[in-house]
């Protein structure tokens, strides 16, 4: 029986929901049924081990760009990106492409699109507003070339409707699925069970603002003398920072 060729498109392997999310859907796909792919256009991660132990190949087609200013990246790297993407989907020749996040977005669907790809699906994770240029861009060459939406909730797929101008009957519902298996395994018992426990989830990035509950910790301590118990359940780059804050304080 002949595999089904499928290429899976993001942005890099930094620890975040969409990247532990597709880490999970290929963990649980059917390696003998189908062959996967993966390609990302913004370098690699702290979880490329991760994606290695799947089995499946991994091409870079481009380099992390955070040092560059967004313009920069879409005039001296977003082209050569473009062109190593497209020529890999040439050579690679896959049923199926499948994007997420904005550059793997819209760099994805372009190649997919040149190389003839006939199914090109985009997942849209979130309901993030763009600048009215990046806005433009997004829908005309990625949601536009895409053959199939995922959108993961109603409300992502109410976003794309009235944001993107996707039209419904384009747009199918698929909600995250989780692995509790994995949660399970993460289960502690905290000392001073009798006081409420708050639990933060998301990765360790400053976007995410972790450094705000634990100045908030602190005045509640110092101000009020008051200490509740906050579990912070995730990884990144500011973990060794928060660690610090958390421990002079």
């Not at 997420?100 to 190649?111: C, E, H």
């Not at 747009?171 to 018992?189: D, L, P, Q, T, W």
């Not at 360790?204 to 118990?229: D, M, R």
């Amino acid at each position: 029986m002949k595999r089904k060729k499928i290429v899976f498109i993001v942005n890099n392997f930094l620890v975040g929901g969409v990247e532990r999310l597709l880490l999970d859907v290929i963990s649980f796909l059917d390696k003998e049924k189908l062959d996967i792919k993966i390609v990302t256009v913004l370098g690699s991660g702290p979880l490329k081990d991760s994606f290695l132990k799947l089995g499946a190949s991994i091409y870079f087609a481009g380099f992390s760009s955070r040092k560059l200013p967004f313009k920069l990246y879409w005039i001296l790297v977003a082209p050569i990106t473009l062109i190593r993407l497209t020529f890999f989907l040439l050579k690679s020749k896959p049923d199926v492409v499948v994007t997420s996040l904005f550059q793997a977005d819209v760099l994805g669907m372009i190649a997919a699109k040149i190389v003839g790809v006939e199914k090109r699906i985009l997942i849209q994770h979130d309901i993030v507003q763009f600048k009215k240029a990046i806005r433009i861009v997004k829908k005309m060459f990625a949601l536009k070339y895409a053959t199939q939406v995922v959108a993961i909730s109603e409300t992502v797929k109410s976003f794309l409707i009235e944001y993107f101008e996707v039209k419904s009957e384009k747009i199918n519902i698929i909600f995250n699925g989780i692995n509790y298996e994995v949660f399970k395994k993460g289960r502690r018992e905290v000392l001073n069970s009798s006081t409420s426990v708050v639990g933060i989830v998301g990765r360790l990035e400053k976007v995410k603002g972790h450094i705000y509950a634990l100045k908030a910790l602190k005045f509640l301590k110092e101000q009020h003398g008051l200490s509740p118990t906050i579990l912070l359940a995730g990884d990144g780059t500011l973990r060794s920072t928060l660690e610090k804050y958390t421990k002079e304080n």
